[in-house]
C-alpha cells in the first residue's frame, strides 16, 4: 500500500534519562553516568517510530505553549512527525517523566505525572481521519480517544490499541479498537472479568469479547500470545504463541522498546500487513531496539533501518 498514513492519538513527554550502575536506596544519592533528554511518551514514541520506518505519520497529543512544549514539538517535527497539537495556545507542559536506566541490565524504572494535568483539549479537526489507513490509541487523553477512535471505527479505517495499563473507563475505547497489543501490566477491572491472576488466554478472550478481533498480549523478554478471531465476530479463534528471540548484542536500554513495537506493529497494518505477520515484524524490531540507548537509538543503525523499512 503507497498510500498508507498513520494517525497516533495520545501522550507525549519530556523525558529526563540517568543511567545509573543500580538504582539508589531510600535516603541515598547516587552518581549518574550518564545524562540525556528528550521526547517520549508512548503514542509519541510510536508516531516517530512509525515516521523512521517511512510511514506519513501524524500524532495528535497535547502539547501546549510552554518552553517544554516547543523543545517537545521540536523534536518530533525532526523525527518527521506531524504533530497536530490540541492543547495549542494554553500556558500548558508535557508531562516530565523521570527516568533512571540500569547499566548491564538496561532495565528502567520511570516515574511520571502521564496526562493527568492535561488542559481540557480543543475538538479535533474535521479532517483528520481523512487519508489514515490505521489510528493508534495509548489510552491517554481518553475522551479525546473515545470519539476519535468510533470516528475511525465507522469510516472503516483501523484501529489499534496500545494497552500499557489499563485506564478507569477504557472499556469505552475498546468497543471501537479492532486490534489491540497490551502489556503485561495491562490487567482487567473485575467488572470486566478481571480477577489479578488471569493466565494469558483468559485476558486475550476478555479482551476480544469486548470488540477487537484480534488481541495480543506481550511480557518483557517472555513468549508473545496472541488470539485472532472468537465466536462474537463469528470466526473461530485462533490461539498463538510467538518466542521473544535473545538480542543480537548486550541489551543497553529497555526504554520504550514497548512503543517501538506498537509503532512498528501499527506502521505495518497501516501498509496492509495481516495482524501476525505485523506482530512479528514489530517483535523483531523491538528486540533489536535495546541495543541501543533511547527508544529511537536504533535508527543511526543504518543497515537495520534499511532492512526494516517500510518504504515503496
Not at 481523512?130 to 468510533?150: C, M, P, W, Y
Not at 503485561?184 to 493466565?199: E, M, N, S
Request: glycine residues 12%.
Amino acid at each position: 500500500m503507497t498510500d498508507a498514513r498513520l494517525l497516533c492519538c495520545g501522550l507525549t513527554t519530556w523525558d529526563i534519562v540517568q543511567v545509573v550502575d543500580r538504582l539508589p536506596a531510600p535516603d541515598e544519592k547516587v552518581q549518574a553516568l550518564e545524562l540525556r533528554s528528550g521526547v517520549g511518551g508512548p503514542a509519541a514514541n510510536a508516531a516517530r517510530t512509525a515516521a523512521a520506518l517511512g510511514i506519513p505519520t501524524t500524532l495528535v497529543t497535547a502539547l501546549g505553549s510552554g518552553a517544554v512544549a516547543e523543545l517537545a514539538r521540536a523534536d518530533l517535527i525532526v523525527a518527521g512527525v506531524e504533530v497536530v497539537d490540541l492543547a495549542a495556545g494554553f500556558e500548558a507542559s508535557p508531562a516530565i517523566s523521570t527516568v533512571l536506566v540500569t547499566r548491564g541490565t538496561g532495565q528502567r524504572a520511570v516515574v511520571s505525572t502521564n496526562a493527568v494535568a492535561a488542559p481540557e483539549l480543543s475538538q479535533p479537526p474535521e479532517h483528520l481521519l481523512a487519508g489514515a489507513t490505521a489510528v493508534l490509541f495509548d489510552g491517554h487523553h481518553l475522551d479525546l480517544a473515545i470519539r476519535l477512535a468510533h470516528d475511525a471505527h465507522e469510516a472503516g479505517i483501523v484501529t489499534v490499541l496500545d494497552g500499557g495499563s489499563w485506564k478507569v473507563g477504557e472499556e469505552a475505547l475498546l468497543d471501537a479498537i479492532q486490534l489491540a497489543v497490551v502489556s503485561a501490566d495491562f490487567v482487567l477491572p473485575a467488572f470486566l472479568g478481571g480477577r489479578g491472576i488471569d493466565t494469558p488466554d483468559d485476558v486475550l478472550r476478555r479482551i476480544a469479547a469486548r470488540g477487537p478481533s484480534f488481541v495480543a498480549r506481550t511480557a518483557g523478554a517472555g513468549p508473545v500470545y496472541y488470539l485472532h478471531g472468537s465466536a462474537a465476530h463469528g470466526q473461530p479463534a485462533l490461539l498463538g504463541r510467538i518466542p521473544v528471540t535473545a538480542p543480537p548484542g548486550p541489551i543497553v536500554d529497555t526504554l520504550g522498546a514497548g512503543d517501538v513495537l506498537h509503532g512498528a506493529f501499527a506502521a505495518a497494518i497501516a501498509v496492509g500487513r495481516s495482524p501476525e505477520d505485523a506482530l512479528g515484524y514489530a517483535m523483531e524490531l523491538a528486540t533489536a531496539s535495546v541495543g541501543h540507548p533511547g527508544a529511537l537509538g536504533w535508527t543511526t543503525d543504518a543497515a537495520l533501518l534499511a532492512r526494516v523499512s517500510l518504504r515503496p
